[in-house]
Nanobody, 128 residues
Framework: QVQLVESGGGLVQAGGSLRLSCAAS??????????MGWFRQAPGKEREFVAS????????YYADSVKGRFTISRDNAKNTVILQTSSLKPEDTAVYYC???????????????????WGQGTQVTVSS
């Protein structure tokens, strides 16, 4: 059984930073076979793409709203994905989800339906 567990969320003032982590586990599960992504969902809104990273970590993709402020990275040996956030804004407030997509390719995957596994999410609240 595959598990993705997010951590690192919290309450932060505008302009602050948070480091979100996603720890993957499962008897034979290795994120090295998966493109990994972060999504977020604010109250009353649809879940939206934030960032993704290819299997090898060679390419990263970002939503325009977070480009230059967020950085996604991965450590395949540790089965971990990180979303480093900075210059946070109140509009970044949302539940942040980690997701995994099994793939043979190094593409950009940015829709909810493309991903195979999801975590339970971690709340990020940015106060003004």
């Amino acid at each position: 059984q595959v598990q993705l567990v997010e951590s690192g969320g919290g309450l932060v003032q505008a302009g602050g930073s948070l480091r979100l982590s996603c720890a993957a586990s499962g008897r034979t599960f290795s994120i090295s076979s998966y493109s990994m992504g972060w999504f977020r969902q604010a109250p009353g809104k649809e879940r939206e793409f934030v960032a993704s990273i290819t299997k090898s970590g060679g390419s990263e993709y970002y939503a325009d709203s977070v480009k230059g402020r967020f950085t996604i990275s991965r450590d395949n040996a540790k089965n971990t994905v990180i979303l480093q956030t900075s210059s946070l804004k109140p509009e970044d407030t949302a539940v942040y989800y980690c997701a995994a997509k099994y793939t043979h390719y190094s593409g950009r995957y940015y829709t909810v339906n493309e991903y195979d596994y999801w975590g339970q999410g971690t709340q990020v609240t940015v106060s003004s």
